[in-house]
Nanobody, 119 residues
């Protein structure tokens, strides 16, 4: 099992910045990749960014250049630096980790952290 705890959300004005953190614990040695997803009211959950254990990153096209995903292996923590925030970035942001046992993938989710961007 993998446990994930997000922090760092809050209320920020448009143009501002926030950094989200996701602390992982449990069977972290088995993690294949981690990522951030978000869900706005009335919308489906969508990918924000992912990072593999080797450090390869992937971003939603619309967020490239404003958001940066990173991780600190020593602290078992992943981050999402969000700059130039817009009201449409308002959502609950979820941390995700996945692992494979053979061909079977398991996904783990944090409880989510609210990000609200005011205009």
């Amino acid at each position: 099992q993998v446990q994930l705890v997000e922090s760092g959300g809050g209320l920020v004005q448009a143009g501002g910045s926030l950094r989200l953190s996701c602390a992982a614990s449990g069977s972290i040695y088995s993690i294949n990749a981690m990522g951030w997803y978000r869900q706005a009211p009335g919308k489906q959950r969508e990918l924000v960014a992912t990072i593999t254990m080797s450090g390869s990153t992937n971003y939603a096209d619309s967020l490239k250049g404003r958001f940066t995903i990173s991780r600190d292996n020593a602290k078992n923590t992943m981050y999402l630096q969000m700059n130039s925030l817009k009201p449409e970035d308002t959502a609950v942001y979820y941390c995700n980790a996945n692992r494979f046992r053979g061909v079977i993938r398991s996904d783990y989710w944090g409880q989510g952290t609210q990000v609200t961007v005011s205009s």
